[in-house]
């Protein structure tokens, strides 16, 4: 089903996944009812205990943090407010209406209302994920209402219990408004703390696992699983103490686990968590058909308006205040994406169908909730795409992770983090500041394992890319053609550096290649063998991934000037320029790039008379045409054809007679990676 | 604590407000911050900011002074470095830190963007010859992992390298293997920090109501950096 969605494009480009998975339940459904059976209802059970947590965890482990903590106050108060402000403005409409003779819901009281209401007005993160993920919304507008509809779980959880309780009851007093306000704060603030705590139980677990690493993933999921049995349990936010969990878990875990677990970790919870929401809708979609219902016509269209009208004006009211607090504040396009994203989702549907069946309204309940439900899924969900083009809200930004970028971050947090100093106030920058020294001198010592915590932010990230390089290199046998540009290491670096004699390089070029092989050969044992996985140390030691690098590249080079052996010497000189003509540097071979069928080729070159020998490295080029520009011992082949200069055998001869004054460093260079 | 009874230079705060965007309040406070700093004098001095508590374990401290006193800041199309600056550059270098207004246009936007970005070149650009060559990014980065002990200095040179190597691939695309890459001008850094938004990001709170001097009075009395330090030191 998932698979036929996405293959025809102009569906997907229409239709979110969402809307046509409840489709096919109703399809489905009605099959069934068809075929005489009685088909199976969304049991809250299940949808609670088990269809409900993987979405969560999937959220709440990739949350992306920044954004997220930049905007938590925000985020908050759409999350509190605006979700009291839903349940209470609609509760009481409702109940004005139903006040009116002429409905006929005379019988409807008060409670049952603002019960209704609190169940209807909560933002669903399932709904919200489902439609979210296919506009690519701009960062700050999808972290808004994504936060929302995380966060506002504890009200959702601490006004459904009151008002359950109080319509059992029949009667509110002041204490009991009280009293609800502190078991708010006492569900959300628990869960969260249940959940860090789990948080940093799986955080230490994870420093010792070093030796079992087959079970890592394992330790994450049973973790945050109990995270949410636990807080459930005691009646607190499941969904706060998930996200919590994640949230505090994920910095350490990722720094002591190895990268095939990292790997297993996020593709199941891709995985569980696409399959519980298929699995939601589609039963949304069974259990509309299923479910008895009581169609009252004005209700339910009452409920779909001010629905919309509640969420409309919450937001330009939370707005307007939160404006005067915020730095950047938010235009008028955002409001209207996060009012017209307030989705409604499976667990409205649930929570309704807990009512148990005392409530005399519940069937009609059930059927309002469903038809808001539908409404908000399938009409907002399909037109706010076209809208978010037509209104040309910014996007959000589909770029690769690029060093600079990370450079200038971390430069800019040091930075805003000074000029607040300056400026003498205690701003965001200021306590972020705190809370990462706190972080290092004391949290990360107790949770990651070995010397990783001394490790700052940007060297982790440039080993991950660098790691990532490598893989990519191993597997694909060259290096991944970032841009397509022809710019190497020697084009930024002004320095030349001394000749290698050529019996040095004969000895080079042994060691290499014996060296090579034999790597080679053990990579490929090892990649095929199915129970054993790469040596954990092996594997972590980035610098031993650069080395095979190295190595596959120089096996590339030495086969290829094996192939073609010559002893006749020609000399770089394709410029008439003064300068040198091809400068060596050192091999740098991370941002290296080449295309598949260029020769790489390798150059000796003399170096300027002025600078200063350097340390010697073979150094790698693309030839734009396929000349080699300076070659000893390279193809007379192609050479000769496109070969652009004179050949000056003078300074070859000067070149290689001299020996090269790094002798004993020459060896090491290749394998010496920055 | 009454921010409003002391703005004595109305005229003045009405030529600073028009010239760098803040209102009379923030002036306000802000001048307070400069009497602070300079000791109720009235230029401030480099020592006067490296006496800064909060400043004390910023790892690009020396870099963040630096720009204060740098000329090409103050928007006068001055060069070079001064030893003092007056409470109108003071200003004038905050000013790069404000937030866009609400409601501006997509030029206006730009041009906040081009001149954030030209802050932060001119604090990497040393030399001030316009480019940002790779020493001066390596230094950069030495900087930025100055915390990290040892293993710092060899990875940051990695880091910078791959970096600039970065910035040449995006900006030039093509160079034949003897063309050398000076190094990277204004231009260039536009293209790559194109993504990053700067107007959004790089912006502090400018208060409108004096809450300054009750944290400050504290902060200086009693010194609490030490104690983070001690515990580094130790490790």
Redesign the interface.
């Known amino acids: 089903m998932k698979l036929g969605f996405h293959l025809i494009p102009r569906l997907s480009g229409v239709v979110p996944e969402s809307c046509l998975l409840i489709v096919v339940g109703l399809l489905v459904g009605g099959l069934i009812k068809v075929i005489g059976e009685e088909p199976p209802v969304l049991d809250s059970q299940l949808f609670f205990l088990c269809l409900l947590p993987p979405i969560i965890l999937d959220a709440g482990y990739f949350l992306p943090i920044r954004p997220f903590t930049e905007n938590v106050g925000t985020i908050l108060v759409f999350a509190v407010i605006g979700t009291l402000w839903n349940a209470f403005f609609m509760g009481g409409l409702l109940y004005a209406l139903c006040q009116i003779e002429s409905v006929g819901l005379s019988g409807v009281d008060l409670l049952s209302c603002l019960l209704f209401g609190s169940i209807v007005s909560a933002v669903d993160p399932v709904a919200v994920l489902a439609v979210f993920e296919e506009i690519h919304i701009n960062e700050l507008v999808h972290i808004l209402v994504f936060g929302e509809s995380l966060l506002n779980d504890a009200v959702t959880v601490v006004l459904y219990n009151l008002f359950e309780e109080f319509s059992k009851v029949g009667t509110v007093t002041v204490l009991d408004v009280f009293l609800g306000v502190v078991c708010f704060f006492v569900v959300s603030l628990g869960g969260v703390l249940v959940g860090a705590i789990y948080g940093f139980l799986a955080a230490f677990t994870s420093r010792f696992t070093s030796h079992t690493r087959v079970i890592e993933p394992l330790f994450v999921f049973l973790y945050s699983y109990m995270a949410y049995l636990s807080s459930e349990m005691f009646h607190l936010s499941g969904i706060m103490a998930l996200i919590a969990c994640g949230v505090v878990m994920r910095p350490y875990v990722e720094a002591n686990i190895s990268h095939k677990s990292y790997t297993t970790i996020k593709y199941f919870l891709k995985m569980w968590s696409s399959v519980s929401e298929t699995l939601i809708f589609i039963f949304l979609g069974v259990s509309t058909v299923a479910g008895p219902h009581a169609w009252n016509w004005t209700f339910v269209i009452t409920t779909v308006i001010l629905c919309l009208v509640s969420r409309v004006l919450g937001v330009i009211g939370l707005t307007f205040i939160i404006n005067k607090f915020r730095i950047v504040k938010l235009t008028k396009k955002d409001q209207f994406i996060v009012a017209y994203g307030g989705l409604r989702g499976a667990i409205a549907f649930s929570l309704g169908y807990l009512l148990s069946n005392s409530h005399q309204m519940r069937n009609l309940f059930l059927t309002a909730i469903i038809t808001v439900i539908f409404f908000t899924v399938f009409v907002q969900g399909m037109t706010i795409r076209p809208l978010v083009e037509l209104l040309a809200v910014k996007r959000k930004k589909e770029s690769k992770p690029s060093i600079n970028e990370e450079i200038h971050t971390e430069f800019l947090d040091h930075l805003l983090t000074g000029v607040e100093g300056v400026c003498g106030h205690y701003g965001h920058y200021h306590w972020k500041e705190k809370l990462n020294r706190f972080n290092k001198t004391y949290v990360k010592r107790w949770l990651i394992a070995g010397e990783n915590f001394k490790e700052p932010e940007l060297i982790a990230f440039y080993r991950k890319m660098e790691l990532k390089q490598a893989i990519m290199l191993v597997e694909s046998g060259q290096l991944p053609s970032a841009l397509p540009s022809t710019i190497s290491m020697q084009n930024i670096q002004p320095r030349a550096i001394p000749r290698v004699s050529k019996k040095r390089e004969e000895e080079i070029r042994r060691i290499l290649r014996s060296n090579l092989q034999n790597n080679k050969q053990k990579m490929r044992s090892r990649s095929y063998s199915r129970h054993t996985l790469f040596d954990a140390d092996e594997e972590d030691n980035v610098s031993e991934v650069r080395l095979r690098k190295t190595k596959m590249e120089m096996d590339r080079r030495v086969s290829v000037m094996e192939r073609r052996m010559s002893h006749y010497l020609t000399v770089p000189a394709n410029r008439e320029s003064p300068r040198p003509g091809v400068r060596r540097v050192r091999f740098e071979s991370d941002n290296q790039v080449y295309s598949a069928d260029s020769v790489p080729t390798v150059h000796f070159v003399q170096p300027s008379p002025l600078s200063t020998p350097d340390a010697v490295s073979l150094e790698e080029e693309v030839p734009k045409r396929p000349s080699l520009k300076a070659d000893i011992g390279e193809p007379r082949g192609n050479a000769s054809d496109n070969h652009q200069g004179e050949l000056d055998y003078q300074r070859l001869a000067r070149c290689l007679s001299d020996p090269g004054p790094n002798k004993d460093k020459e060896e090491d260079d290749p394998f010496m990676s920055c | 604590m009454g921010a409003l009874q002391s703005l004595p230079d109305e005229p003045e705060y009405r030529d600073l407000s028009e010239k760098t965007g803040f209102s009379f309040e923030q002036i306000g406070i ?1 001048h307070k ?1 400069f009497k ?2 300079s000791h109720n004098e009235d230029t401030l001095r480099r020592d006067d ?1 490296n006496t ?1 508590p ?2 004390a ?5 020396t870099q ?1 002074i630096e720009a ?1 006193f740098d000329k090409r800041n103050f928007h006068q199309n001055g060069e070079g470095t001064v030893q003092e600056i007056s409470f109108e550059e003071f200003l004038v270098v ?1 000013s790069h ?1 404000r ?2 207004a ?1 409601n501006m246009t997509e030029e206006q936007r730009e041009n906040i963007r081009r001149e954030k970005l030209r802050f ?1 070149f001119n ?1 990497h650009d040393t030399d001030n010859d316009g480019t940002i060559t ?1 020493e001066e990014y390596r230094h ?2 030495e900087e ?2 100055s ?3 040892a ?2 200095k ?2 940051a ?3 910078a ?10 900006s ?10 000076e190094g990277i001008t204004f231009e260039h850094f536009l293209k ?2 194109k ?2 938004e700067i107007e ?8 409108n109501m004096d ?2 001097n009750l ?2 009075d504290w902060r200086q009395e009693r010194p609490q950096r030490q104690r ?1 330090e001690w ?2 030191r130790k ?1």
Request: glycine share 6%.
């Open positions: 802000l911050r602070q700093l900011l800064i909060d400043l374990c910023n790892p690009i401290r963040i204060f905050m830190f937030p866009p609400l932060l604090m790779l950069v980065v930025l992992l915390r990290s002990g293993l710092g060899e990875t040179k990695g880091i390298d791959a970096a600039m190597l970065e910035v040449a691939s995006i030039v695309g093509h160079m034949e293997p003897d063309e050398f890459y790559i920090l993504d990053i959004t990001r790089m912006n502090i709170r400018f208060l809450t300054t944290c400050n983070f515990l580094e490790t």
